[in-house]
Every structure is written in structure tokens, then in C-alpha cells.
């Protein structure tokens, strides 16, 4: 281990002789500190993503799996009996924690994105709606079914299959394209380091020559671009992880009745996460400027 330690020491301090080799300034630099900046930029909005569909996922899936609606339609006057009738069913049923009759006041909040405030509940007929919480267990659907229809005639029961399936398969995708972006944004990012190595190795061919008739070995000439690659990737990674984290804490909060966007962001410590972007970026650099420095240097006479 100490010795890995010392080749790490060894690598961040650098070699003002070698470090000449690789020019400071000019259109490799900027590109390999452009590239890594904007595609960690990226990688944290896709993180991002990835973390809030999981977290949606979650959440639909338990607070729908946990609850179901039954639906009451009855003839005017029989409403208030089938909704008694149908309590009842429900409070002997294993499997159901809690069965309660929504009030007029929560029927109108469900209705009101869709028919605007002023909604008059009370003179349309509309079914009555039971909110269902199931325990730990869960009930029979199929034989809940069987006994409302013998002894509630005008009730459905809805346990929320055909909602929540779709919503969390969604969701999973959703979370699926987050990481296959990562996935991408690392290979372009390995992309634009290889070519930007290749033309500074070709732009050096010349002092790669001399170095070589004075007795440098290509390891040390290799070593001085994996170096320079690596530290510019670090930088512009991490400028562009900074600015990144910026753009997504002023995006708006998590609220209740918000869409899905209002939940894009990092919450407790996934805001940890963005930091391993800089440090991916910069191992991509190391592995991506290697590999095209030994086989340009193989490759040159």
C-alpha cells in the first residue's frame, strides 16, 4: 500500500522536466477542460435524474400498493345506506387497516384540477368514494370483490393495479435512461480526451524525437501527458460538477400537488454523489490519455 501511495504522491506532484513536454496553453487544453466541464455539467443533471426516478418509483409504489378506492353508485336516497353497508364489508375484512367515506370537501380537492373550484359536489352525481389502507398483509382483492357484489351492489373496488404497474415501470425506465446517459456522457468524455491526446502527441512529435535520442523512455513521455490530461479532466470536471449542483439546487422543491420536475435534485447526502463525477472524469482521462499515448508512441518512429 505504501508504495501504491507514493506512485500516487509521485503522480499529483509531477515532474517539472516531463511537464514540459505538454504544452499549457492552446487548443488541446481548452478542449480537454471544455469537454470534461460540460459533460460533468451533464452527468449531474442525469444523476439527478436517475436518484428522483428512484425516489418516485418509491413513492408511488408504496403509497399506492398501500391504499385502494371503492366506489359507490347508488340511486338517490340509497347512497347514505350502501356507504354504511359497504364500511361495514370493509371493517370485517382481514387485510384492511382503516376504510373511511371521503367527504364532500376531499371530493371537490380531487375534482377541482379538473372542473375548477366551484364544483357544486353536492347537486351532481357524482359516486361516493371510500379510501381503503390495507396492513402489512394485504387483502383478498378477488374475495372482496365477491362480497360487495352480494351485499353492495353499486360498489367497485379499485386497488390501484392498473396505475400504479404503468407509473412504476415509467419511473424505472426513466431511471434506466439516467444511468445509461452517465454511461454515455463517460464514453464522450474518453472520446474527446483521446483525440486531444493524439494532437498534442502529434503536435510533439519533434520534441518526442529529441527526448528519445537523449535516453527518455516513452513510460516518462507517456507519463507527462497522462499527468496533464488527468489534472485538466479533474479541473473542468469539477468546475462543471460545481456549476452543475448550482443549476440543480434552484430548480423548484418537491411539493404535493407538483409535477414530477419539482422533484429533480439531490435530497440529504445523495448531494455526495456529484462529488465522485470529478474523480470518474479524471480516471476516464488516465486510462483514455494512456492508452492513446502508448500506442501513438508505439506507433511513432
Known amino acids: 500500500m505504501k508504495f501504491d501511495l507514493d506512485r500516487i504522491r509521485a503522480f499529483w506532484a509531477g515532474d517539472a522536466g516531463a511537464d514540459r513536454v505538454v504544452p499549457p496553453t492552446g487548443f488541446t487544453a481548452w478542449l480537454t477542460l471544455f469537454a470534461a466541464g460540460a459533460m460533468a455539467f451533464l452527468a449531474v443533471f ?14 408511488w409504489g408504496d403509497a399506492l400498493a398501500r391504499s385502494s378506492t371503492l366506489r359507490i353508485s347508488a340511486p338517490e336516497g340509497q347512497m347514505v345506506a350502501q356507504t354504511d353497508a359497504a364500511l361495514q364489508v370493509l371493517g ?7 376504510a373511511r367515506a371521503l367527504t364532500a370537501e376531499e371530493q371537490r380537492a380531487l375534482l377541482e384540477p379538473w372542473f375548477g373550484p366551484d364544483l357544486p359536489v353536492e347537486t351532481l352525481p357524482i359516486p361516493q368514494l371510500v379510501e381503503i389502507i390495507e396492513d402489512g398483509e394485504g387483502y383478498d382483492a378477488a374475495g372482496l370483490r365477491l362480497r360487495l357484489a ?7 373496488l379499485d386497488d390501484h393495479t392498473r396505475w400504479r404497474e404503468p407509473l412504476v415501470r415509467a419511473a424505472s425506465r426513466l431511471r434506466l435512461m439516467g444511468w445509461v446517459s452517465l454511461v454515455l456522457i463517460g464514453g464522450t468524455v474518453a472520446a474527446m480526451i483521446t483525440l486531444a491526446a493524439n494532437a498534442a502527441l502529434s503536435a510533439n512529435a ?5 527526448l528519445r535520442l537523449v535516453g527518455a523512455r516513452d513510460r516518462y513521455i507517456a507519463q507527462a501527458f497522462v499527468r496533464r490530461f488527468t489534472m485538466r479532466s479533474l479541473i473542468g470536471a469539477f468546475v462543471g460538477m460545481a456549476l452543475g449542483c448550482i443549476a440543480v439546487a434552484f430548480l423548484p422543491q418537491t411539493e404535493v400537488g407538483g409535477g414530477f420536475l419539482t422533484g429533480l435534485g439531490f435530497q440529504g447526502w445523495h448531494w455526495l454523489w456529484p462529488l465522485t463525477i470529478p474523480l470518474l472524469s479524471g480516471a476516464v482521462a ?8 502508448q500506442r501513438t508512441l508505439r506507433d511513432m518512429p
Not at 519533434?206 to 529529441?210: E, P
Not at 488516465?286 to 499515448?293: D, K, P, S
Open 150 to 156: 352480494a351485499e353492495v351492489p353499486g360498489a367497485v
Open 286 to 293: 488516465f486510462f483514455a490519455t494512456r492508452a492513446a499515448a
Open 206 to 210: 519533434q520534441v518526442i524525437g529529441v
Open 46 to 59: 442525469a444523476l439527478a435524474l436517475s436518484l428522483a426516478t428512484a425516489r418516485l418509483a418509491d413513492r
Open 92 to 98: 370485517t375484512t382481514p387485510g384492511i387497516a382503516s
